[in-house]
């Protein structure tokens, strides 16, 4: 069996480049797609669900809202009515003069003239009163103004929607068709908002109703809209368990949901359910109208779903077929094309071994590829040893730039929060020795962890906060600290120490320095282009102008103390790490305070942004080393 292993592994290595580039890629392409067709066959009914679906719930989310638009639109058309003259001197105020007088009055004339505008609108199609008076011949129901919109009670008493306001106390409802009576369809509207109403006329009270009728055809159009799938169904049922509208009358009789068990599943989201009906898995969807109480409810049964897959699948069989052809083409093509290329290159880099070669082991197989190794490891030997030495010597020089920066960090405050703590268990005052240990280990664990240079601006937040806290223990609270960094900024990265050396230096020689040796300090950020601009500001004595100018240049860092070495050393790490556009930017006023702008790249994760310069034979070692750098990366 090794023997046979064996034999196969060098005869596959003693193929030539383009047969093993043909077989490589032949492999690569139809493997992947093959195994990939498999794994998706049993789950693309899945797939297919949940992406009709999420069309169906977009779709419905934006159907509900234009049917509750049409419901508004026939309850603004009931208030428009009402607010006429002549509908508010009959019902919204005793009537005492004759019916005769009222049907033929200017009032009932503008009465009908604004009546017969609205109900040549697109959605309302009529309107009439019902009235119970006592004589159907009255003026109301025979005058030329008023007999076009006004009728007798009798008329529509054998109506479902009469007989539902009589055996209860509603004083509105919102008929389907089935709720109206045949005459009432045939020369109004199939259907009907409906309000009840009082006449008072001569001391007795006269019970009506006013119907807005609407055309369905509208809302079946919307429904219809708001389907993707050949099969599916969209329909409305009222709060009576009563179809107000469908997309398809049959299916909505099919794929019927009662009201309850609707108001039940809406009740935890409006998100697809899956029921059984008659033995036929659906998914069934709830958005709810709110005005009339209604639910719309969109069914997609599983059938059309199923065909669907299947249709994709064998759309995917078709494509993997045509890919695999095109793909049988491009890898004869491409394994020619690579070769010859390879081949020329071999011939180009053959003129190298002129000159003077080192011993190398001769290649395992003997292809192009073999060739290549063999030509190319002799030009890169000496190349990667120049490298290794001269990367390795730019390592070392800015490894030791950075700690030397970063060990100049004042240690004194260490000391004198020890002999703070020293003090405050000497008093006895040991919640206060707890707190101050507590707050200056965590202080110290942020500060020394070394498993990265790199923060977060959250953590130097809480770094600095700590360290206030410790200095307030010291100095009796004499220092407002005030953070109002945004929620989105707290994730970037940031060098470790960057905002304490400046806390402190604010503290030390700015608010201590004060006459009263009191203030505050406020840290803020933004956003500025693609940088994170930070601002820390005090009140404290500020920095004189001759000071200022040297403060980040390293020159007047001598007899100003470790604090002012520690924000030079900042501004420098800084500059090192990102560039020499970012950094620290000081501006002062003595007497009033400081401000300082730290600036530095938002960068998700630390990148280092050097740019890369090419150096060329003439160019002294520190360009080289300054050029390796930049290729090579972040060292911390």
């Keep these: 069996?090794?023997?046979?292993?064996?034999?196969?592994?060098?005869?596959?290595?003693?193929?030539?480049?383009?047969?093993?580039?043909?077989?490589?890629?032949?492999?690569?392409?139809?493997?992947?797609?093959?195994?990939?067709?498999?794994?998706?066959?049993?789950?693309?009914?899945?797939?297919?669900?949940?992406?009709?679906?999420?069309?169906?719930?977009?779709?419905?989310?934006?159907?509900?809202?234009?049917?509750?638009?049409?419901?508004?639109?026939?309850?603004?058309?009931?208030?428009?009515?009402?607010?006429?003259?002549?509908?508010?001197?009959?019902?919204?105020?005793?009537?005492?003069?004759?019916?005769?007088?009222?049907?033929?009055?200017?009032?009932?004339a503008e009465f009908k003239t604004h009546l017969d505008g609205i109900v040549n609108r697109d959605l309302i199609t009529g309107f009439r009163i019902y009235l119970n008076l006592p004589n159907t011949s009255s003026p109301l129901f025979t005058g030329s103004n008023t007999r076009e919109y006004f009728g007798a009670v009798q008329n529509i008493r054998g109506t479902y929607w009469y007989g539902i306001f009589q055996g209860s106390n509603i004083s509105e409802l919102f008929c389907p068709s089935f709720y109206l009576g045949k005459q009432e369809q045939e020369e109004y509207g199939d259907m009907a908002y409906i309000r009840s109403i009082s006449l008072y006329y001569h001391g007795n009270v006269y019970r009506g109703y006013a119907a807005v009728y609407y055309s369905s055809q509208p809302l079946k159009e919307v429904l219809s809209k708001n389907l993707s799938?050949?099969?599916?169904?969209?329909?409305?049922?009222?709060?009576?368990?009563?179809?107000?509208?469908?997309?398809?009358?049959?299916?909505?009789?099919?794929?019927?949901?009662?009201?309850?068990?609707?108001?039940?599943?809406?009740?935890?989201?409006?998100?697809?359910?899956?029921?059984?009906?008659?033995?036929?898995?659906?998914?069934?969807?709830?958005?709810?109208?709110?005005?009339?109480?209604?639910?719309?409810?969109?069914?997609?049964?599983?059938?059309?779903?199923?065909?669907?897959?299947?249709?994709?699948?064998?759309?995917?069989?078709?494509?993997?077929?045509?890919?695999?052809?095109?793909?049988?083409?491009?890898?004869?093509?491409?394994?020619?094309?690579i070769t010859n290329r390879i081949s020329s290159v071999i011939r180009q880099?053959?003129?190298?071994?002129?000159?003077?070669?080192?011993?190398?082991?001769?290649?395992?197989?003997?292809?192009?590829?073999?060739?290549l190794i063999d030509t190319y490891n002799y030009m890169t030997q000496k190349m990667d040893k120049l490298i290794a030495d001269h990367g390795k010597a730019a390592e070392d020089l800015r490894i030791a730039e950075f700690n030397t920066l970063q060990a100049q960090i004042n240690p004194h405050f260490l000391y004198n929060t020890m002999d703070m703590i020293n003090w405050l268990a000497q008093q006895g005052r040991n919640s206060e020795v707890i707190d101050a240990v507590q707050n200056l280990s965590k202080f110290y664990k942020l500060t020394l962890s070394r498993k990265q240079s790199i923060s977060t601006i959250a953590k130097e937040e809480e770094h600095v906060s700590i360290y206030v806290h410790l200095q307030n223990m010291r100095f009796h609270d004499s220092i407002?600290?005030?953070?109002?960094?945004?929620?989105?900024?707290?994730?970037?990265?940031?060098?470790?120490?960057?905002?304490?050396?400046?806390?402190?230096?604010?503290?030390?020689?700015?608010?201590?320095?004060?006459?009263?040796?009191?203030?505050?300090?406020?840290?803020?950020?933004?956003?500025?282009?693609?940088?994170?601009?930070?601002?820390?500001?005090?009140?404290?004595?500020?920095?004189?102008?001759?000071?200022?100018?040297?403060?980040?240049?390293?020159?007047?860092?001598?007899?100003?103390?470790?604090?002012?070495?520690?924000?030079?050393?900042t501004h420098r790490r800084l500059q090192i790490l990102y560039g020499p556009e970012y950094g620290l930017t000081y501006a002062s006023e003595p007497g009033k305070g400081t401000e300082v702008q730290i600036r530095l790249p938002a960068q998700k994760e630390y990148q280092s942004p050097f740019i890369h310069n090419t150096v060329s034979g003439g160019e002294d070692s520190e360009d080289f080393f300054e050029d390796f750098r930049r290729l090579k990366g972040e060292i911390i």
């Excluded at 009576?240 to 299916?251: G, H, I, T």
């Design 480 to 569: 407002s600290f005030v953070s109002d960094i945004p929620d989105e900024l707290m994730e970037y990265p940031i060098p470790k120490l960057t905002l304490q050396p400046v806390i402190e230096n604010a503290i030390l020689h700015g608010i201590l320095e004060t006459d009263h040796k009191s203030g505050t300090i406020v840290l803020t950020g933004w956003m500025e282009n693609e940088d994170i601009v930070l601002l820390i500001s005090d009140d404290g004595m500020g920095i004189p102008a001759e000071k200022l100018a040297n403060l980040l240049t390293g020159n007047g860092t001598g007899s100003s103390g470790g604090t002012n070495i520690a924000v030079y050393n």
């Design 1 to 108: 069996m090794k023997t046979c292993y064996r034999k196969l592994r060098q005869f596959y290595g003693d193929l030539s480049l383009q047969s093993k580039f043909y077989l490589a890629l032949m492999v690569t392409v139809t493997v992947p797609i093959l195994m990939l067709g498999i794994f998706f066959y049993n789950k693309l009914y899945d797939m297919v669900v949940s992406y009709t679906i999420s069309q169906e719930q977009d779709a419905s989310a934006k159907t509900s809202p234009q049917i509750e638009d049409m419901v508004q639109e026939v309850m603004d058309t009931y208030t428009e009515i009402s607010d006429l003259p002549f509908f508010q001197t009959l019902f919204h105020q005793p009537v005492n003069s004759t019916f005769s007088s009222l049907a033929s009055s200017q009032k009932a």
């Design 349 to 371: 880099m053959g003129q190298v071994r002129k000159g003077s070669l080192l011993p190398m082991d001769d290649p395992v197989y003997h292809d192009e590829v073999g060739d």
């Design 229 to 337: 799938l050949d099969g599916s169904v969209s329909y409305i049922i009222n709060e009576r368990n009563a179809l107000v509208a469908s997309s398809d009358e049959s299916l909505s009789g099919i794929y019927w949901l009662n009201y309850e068990d609707i108001e039940k599943s809406v009740m935890s989201s409006n998100n697809f359910i899956e029921r059984t009906i008659l033995d036929n898995k659906i998914y069934a969807g709830f958005y709810r109208i709110s005005q009339p109480g209604w639910f719309m409810v969109t069914v997609l049964p599983s059938s059309p779903l199923i065909s669907q897959s299947q249709t994709l699948m064998l759309q995917y069989v078709l494509f993997y077929i045509i890919f695999l052809l095109l793909a049988l083409f491009l890898a004869n093509s491409l394994a020619h094309s």
